[in-house]
Structures are given as structure tokens and as C-alpha cells.
């Protein structure tokens, strides 16, 4: 039986984790669960999986479930109660699937209590990469990854050396606006961003999908993973959402990992690894069906953050943690409505002008800088 922690459990990743646990009862076991602020949710969890301890982070839901629940089962709030469900004792697997870098310090707190990590909360890898990957390899934790074209790759490379790895090949949908000129952004409104066209996730990550934000944080998440430099990290607009990344070998050979886009295949793949067990719920892909899938290079101009993030991956320091908190902030605010969507772009890029480099920065300077560039950002608002 593995025990297992879930950061984020009633978001997207978080319920598909659930299912994933509800359909392997002898396999796995929730231990601790954490929720923002969906008490329906918390209800529903605890009811059918009867987790020890739930961490609330808003203060209305943590009182409402205090009360329902004081004497049954540990409900603790904030900060605190994130890194308690994180080094949960009798937790082997914490499945970090928060949004934001929030999800950072409750990480390596795992990390330090030895936990195996599996990673869906991108922004923790990219606001802090060098601190996560320098915790896990100290502790001799894995860092497994969670995100889709990740997992990929991580299957891409069972039985091969990394040394032989000509470049990874990370794919990209292209979002909901793939089909729109840059004129054509200037109005787009949030309900039309928020219609990705083969996932259904999170409103942040499908924000950070139309404006490819979202493969910019991979790109970033993919160097710290793999340990591979920016230059053997390239990006191909694929439509379908069918091949999930490649890797192109020195002697020019490409493996891919094929798939239905569903959530639940790499979640179940990073809990069960190495093992592989059934996965009812979902469809295999019909090929003959499909028939044919389509490719095409990126255009950067185009796709103004996929440069962006580049840049601040290449440069490294502390340029990510603005990228990341800058864009957290920018995409916060389009989705209040508070900005056009070619303003989230604008925001991340004056941060990143502004900002004074630090090399090799501490986890109190990361969050100090994170502090600053959300402050920056909602200046310009
Ligand atoms: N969804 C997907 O298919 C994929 C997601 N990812 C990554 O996984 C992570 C989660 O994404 P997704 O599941 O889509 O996001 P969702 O918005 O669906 O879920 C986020 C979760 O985090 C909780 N939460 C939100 N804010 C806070 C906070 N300040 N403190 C503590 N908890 C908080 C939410 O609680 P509540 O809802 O109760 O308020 C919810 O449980 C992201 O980093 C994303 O990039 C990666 C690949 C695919
Ligand atoms: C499911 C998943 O991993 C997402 O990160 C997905 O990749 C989003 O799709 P695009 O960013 O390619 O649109
Ligand atoms: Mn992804």
C-alpha cells in the first residue's frame, strides 16, 4: 500500500489523483489532502477517503470545517497546514498539484522528510530550480513528473542515457487561440481563452496555455527534470494533443509517447513507477481513427511569451521567479478582468526589464523577489 498526500486536491489534477486512488483501493491510500477554499469538495473527500489530515488555506472554510469536523480529523490552516499534509508521517508520495509557487516551500518541505515527489505544480520548478533539484538529489528523493509532456519524455528515456539524447522535443496544442492572428488577440475575452481545445484543466494553466506561457514554464521545468541546457529543448506546435513529447536521439532516432490526452495516464504512471497497472477509465487512442496528426514549427513573434521564457531560462538567476510570479499576477488579473490578454505579455516583460539579476539566488531572496515583482505588477494595473 503507498499512502499519499495530495496538495491541491480539488483542483484538476487533485480529483483526477482521487480517481486514479478510488480505482486501485489495494494499491493506494489517501493519507492527507489540502484544498484553496472548496469546502463541497473537502466534504466530499473526506466522506469517501477518510484522509487524516486536511489542510484549508482560506480562513472562511477552514472555520466552517473545523467545526464540522473538530475531534474527527486534523483540519489546519494556511502555510502551516499545506506543509503538515506535505510530511504527513505515514505519507510515502506527495502529489503537489497547487497552483502557483505557493506550492515551493510546502515541496521542499517534503523533500526534506524524504518524501517521493510527484510533480504537477510547474511553477515550483521554475521559480526555484536549482534549490528543488539540489534538495532532491541531496536527499535522494524522486522528482517525478506528473505534467504530461514530461511524463513523456520520463518514458521516452526508461532504458536510455541521457547522454544520448540529441534534444527533447516538447509538444504544444497551441491553446485556445492557436487559430487567431495577433490583431485578432487584442479583444478576446476570458471565456474564450478559458476553451482549450483537447484538455480540460485548471483556469490558470489554460490561461497560461492560450498565450503559451504554459510551454514557456515547461521548457523551464524540462532543464531542471532532465538537467538538460535550453539549446536541446525545442518546442513543435502539434495539434492534436495525441503525442505527448519525443526525444530525438544522437543517431537521429525519435521516440514518442502516444496517448488519450487525459490527465489520469501520467498521474497513475508517476504513482505506480515503475510498475505500470490497468487504467480502465480511459479510452486508448484508434490511430486508424485518428488518421492523421499535424505539425508545425513555432513562430516566436507570434508567441511573444514562449520567447520570453526562453530568454529567462537561458539567463537563468533569478529572471524565472519573475517570470513566473509576473505572469501569475497578470494572468490573475485578465481572468478578474482587469486587463486585455495581450496585456498579460506586457506585464511579464516590464518585470523582467526592471528587475536587478541575482545570480544563484536563496530561498529567502526567491521569495522576497516573488513578493516584489507581484507588488510591480499590480502597480502597473
Ligand atoms: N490541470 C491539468 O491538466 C494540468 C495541471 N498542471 C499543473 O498542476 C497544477 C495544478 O493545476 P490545476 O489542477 O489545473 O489547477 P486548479 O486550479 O484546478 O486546482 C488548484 C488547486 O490548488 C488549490 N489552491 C489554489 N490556490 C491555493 C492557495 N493559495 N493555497 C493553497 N491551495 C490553493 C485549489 O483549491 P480550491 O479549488 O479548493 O480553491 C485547488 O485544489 C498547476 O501548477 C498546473 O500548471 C500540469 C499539467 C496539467
Ligand atoms: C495536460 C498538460 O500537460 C498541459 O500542460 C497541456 O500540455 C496544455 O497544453 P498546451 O500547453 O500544449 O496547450
Ligand atoms: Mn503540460
Known amino acids: 500500500m503507498k499512502y499519499i498526500s495530495i496538495l491541491g486536491a480539488s483542483g484538476s489534477i487533485g480529483t483526477q489523483t482521487l480517481d486514479v486512488i478510488r480505482s486501485h483501493p489495494d494499491e493506494f491510500q489517501l493519507a492527507a489532502a489540502s484544498i484553496g477554499k472548496n469546502v463541497d469538495m473537502a466534504r466530499a473527500i473526506i466522506e469517501?477517503?477518510?484522509?487524516?489530515?486536511?489542510?484549508?488555506?482560506?480562513?472562511?472554510?477552514?472555520?466552517?470545517?473545523?467545526?464540522?469536523?473538530?475531534?474527527?480529523?486534523?483540519?489546519?490552516?494556511?502555510?502551516?497546514?499545506?506543509?503538515?499534509?506535505?510530511?504527513?508521517?505515514?505519507?510515502?508520495?506527495?502529489v503537489t498539484a497547487v497552483v502557483g509557487s505557493v506550492g515551493l516551500v510546502p515541496t521542499l518541505k517534503a523533500i526534506e522528510a524524504g518524501k517521493t515527489i510527484a510533480l504537477a505544480n510547474k511553477e515550483t520548478l521554475v521559480t526555484a530550480g536549482h534549490i528543488v533539484t539540489e534538495a532532491a538529489k541531496k536527499q535522494g528523493v524522486p522528482l517525478l513528473p506528473v505534467d504530461s509532456e514530461h511524463s513523456a519524455i520520463f518514458q521516452c528515456?526508461?532504458?536510455?542515457?541521457?547522454?544520448?539524447?540529441?534534444?527533447?522535443?516538447?509538444?504544444?496544442?497551441?491553446?485556445?487561440?492557436?487559430?487567431?492572428?495577433?490583431?485578432?488577440?487584442?479583444?478576446v475575452t476570458v471565456e474564450?481563452?478559458?476553451?482549450?481545445?483537447?484538455?480540460?484543466?485548471?483556469?490558470?494553466?489554460?490561461?497560461?496555455?492560450?498565450?503559451?506561457?504554459?510551454?514557456?514554464l515547461e521548457v523551464i521545468e524540462a532543464h531542471w527534470l532532465f538537467a538538460l541546457p535550453y539549446e536541446q529543448i525545442d518546442v513543435l506546435l502539434h495539434r492534436e494533443s495525441v503525442i505527448h513529447s519525443l526525444i530525438q536521439f544522437r543517431d537521429t532516432s525519435i521516440i514518442a509517447q502516444l496517448g488519450t490526452p487525459d490527465m489520469r495516464v501520467p498521474?497513475?504512471?508517476?504513482?505506480?513507477?515503475?510498475?505500470?497497472?490497468?487504467?480502465?477509465?480511459?479510452?486508448?487512442?484508434?490511430?486508424?481513427?485518428?488518421?492523421?496528426?499535424?505539425?508545425?514549427?513555432i513562430d516566436f513573434a507570434r508567441y511573444r511569451c514562449l520567447h520570453l521564457a526562453y530568454e529567462a531560462g537561458k539567463r537563468g538567476g533569478s529572471l524565472p521567479t519573475v517570470l513566473n510570479a509576473a505572469n501569475?499576477?497578470?494572468?490573475?488579473?485578465?481572468?478578474?478582468?482587469?486587463?486585455?490578454?495581450?496585456?498579460?505579455?506586457?506585464?511579464?516583460?516590464?518585470?523582467?526589464?526592471?528587475?536587478e539579476f541575482v545570480q544563484k539566488p536563496s530561498l529567502e531572496e526567491i521569495r522576497q523577489i516573488d513578493a516584489e515583482t507581484r507588488k510591480y505588477v499590480q502597480s502597473l494595473l
Not at 73 to 91: D, H, M, N, R, S
Not at 174 to 186: A, N, V
Open 48 to 94: 469517501e477517503f477518510a484522509p487524516r489530515l486536511v489542510a484549508v488555506a482560506d480562513r472562511d472554510a477552514y472555520d466552517k470545517l473545523r467545526s464540522e469536523y473538530a475531534g474527527k480529523i486534523k483540519i489546519i490552516y494556511g502555510e502551516e497546514g499545506l506543509i503538515e499534509a506535505a510530511v504527513f508521517p505515514k505519507t510515502n508520495i506527495v
Open 157 to 187: 528515456l526508461q532504458g536510455e542515457k541521457r547522454e544520448h539524447i540529441e534534444k527533447i522535443i516538447l509538444t504544444a496544442s497551441g491553446g485556445s487561440f492557436r487559430d487567431k492572428t495577433r490583431e485578432e488577440l487584442k479583444h
Open 192 to 216: 474564450e481563452a478559458l476553451r482549450h481545445p483537447n484538455w480540460s484543466m485548471g483556469a490558470k494553466i489554460t490561461i497560461d496555455s492560450a498565450t503559451m506561457m504554459n510551454k514557456g
Open 267 to 297: 498521474i497513475q504512471y508517476a504513482l505506480t513507477y515503475p510498475k505500470r497497472l490497468p487504467l480502465n477509465s480511459v479510452k486508448p487512442l484508434d490511430l486508424a481513427e485518428i488518421s492523421t496528426l499535424h505539425f508545425e514549427r
Open 328 to 355: 501569475e499576477e497578470a494572468v490573475a488579473a485578465f481572468l478578474a478582468g482587469r486587463i486585455e490578454f495581450l496585456a498579460i505579455e506586457e506585464c511579464i516583460e516590464r518585470a523582467l526589464e526592471r528587475h
